[in-house]
Nanobody, 124 residues
């Protein structure tokens, strides 16, 4: 089992920045690929970014590429999502997720463990 707890969400003006954190506990975090997803009201949960077990490989949705950065600190059992140049369309609940595999994936069903989510609201 892996337990995930997100933090760092909040209200920010367009153009601003936020850094989300996801603290993991349970089985060995360093062997799991991690991902961030988001879900806006009335919409499906969408892929945002993913990182492999070592942090050496990352992948981003086109909508956030160049603005968001995913990273991890295996010594702290934490994965981060640095979000810059935020736009109102980035408003959503952001979820952290973990795979059993060490290889990243971009679809929600590939992830087994999920956090409870943290709200990000970007005002125009």
């Amino acid at each position: 089992q892996v337990q995930l707890v997100e933090s760092g969400g909040g209200l920010v003006q367009a153009g601003g920045s936020l850094r989300l954190s996801c603290a993991a506990s349970g089985r060995t975090f360093s062997s799991n690929a991690m991902g961030w997803f988001r879900q806006a009201p009335g919409k499906e949960r969408d892929f945002v970014a993913a990182i492999n077990w070592s942090g050496g490989t990352t992948y981003y949705a086109d909508s956030v590429k160049g603005r968001f950065t995913i990273s991890r600190d295996n010594a702290k059992n934490t994965v981060y999502l640095q979000m810059n140049s935020l736009k109102p369309e980035d408003t959503a609940v952001y979820f952290c997720a973990a795979r059993v595999s060490g290889n990243y994936a971009t679809t929600a069903p590939a992830y087994v463990y999920w956090g409870q989510g943290t709200q990000v609201t970007v005002s125009s």
